[in-house]
């Protein structure tokens, strides 16, 4: 048997099974399945309002290229600790996944609001970006430079943009749940004119 997830503005309900059969019909059908077969919605799957439709839930990034260069699961749990010196670490961790992406910034680009599952380690290896938290009242920017760090935990939403004449680029190290998506799209704050 088949079984279908249905996904509802945030919501997953699991519809009843669909038979082998039916999964050779065409993709218009098997697309249409799920949604008229589901009866465990918790909220309707169009907009409530013609409006509502005309409403983005988030924003787009624009003028970046991401290339995925590596992920790979990590079974767990594990517990690491590490003292070098003055220097500490530690990890405590279910199973979970390490992904590795380069982000290419255009001149005047940006990412788009957007949070993590997990945290996330930025590493600027060209140009400068400017990260805006979704936290921050006053919408101050924290600038990176190539060569700089910076540290997301992924918990708010956030916005990262180049908003100098030369390209930029992020070598990114994410620590996710396993299969998790790498980026979530997150609604504009309001705390940023942007």
Request: with cysteine; glycine share 8%.
């Amino acid at each position: 048997m088949i079984r279908t997830r249905f996904t509802s503005v945030g919501r997953t309900s699991l519809c009843s099974p669909v038979r082998p059969a039916v999964a050779k019909l065409s993709v218009a059908l098997a697309l249409a399945l799920p949604i008229a077969g589901c009866s465990e919605r918790e909220q309707p799957v169009a907009p409530s309002s013609a409006t509502e439709s005309l409403t983005p839930r988030f924003t787009p990034s624009s003028g970046t290229a991401s290339m995925l260069r590596a992920r790979a699961t990590f079974d767990g749990p594990f517990s690491i600790e590490r003292e070098t010196g003055d220097w500490k670490m530690k990890i405590d961790s279910d199973p979970l996944d390490v992904a590795v992406q380069t982000i290419v910034f255009n001149a005047g680009s940006q990412s788009g609001w957007h949070t993590h599952p997990g945290p996330v380690f930025i590493m600027v290896v060209e140009g400068e970006i400017a990260f805006y938290e979704s936290d921050d009242p006053t919408c101050t920017p924290i600038i990176k430079r190539a060569g700089e760090g910076y540290l997301d935990v992924g918990d708010h939403a956030h916005l990262a943009r180049n908003e100098t004449l030369h390209p930029a680029r992020n070598i990114v190290t994410y620590f996710t749940p396993v299969g998790a998506a790498l980026r979530i799209d997150a609604p504009k704050p309001g705390n940023c004119p942007f």
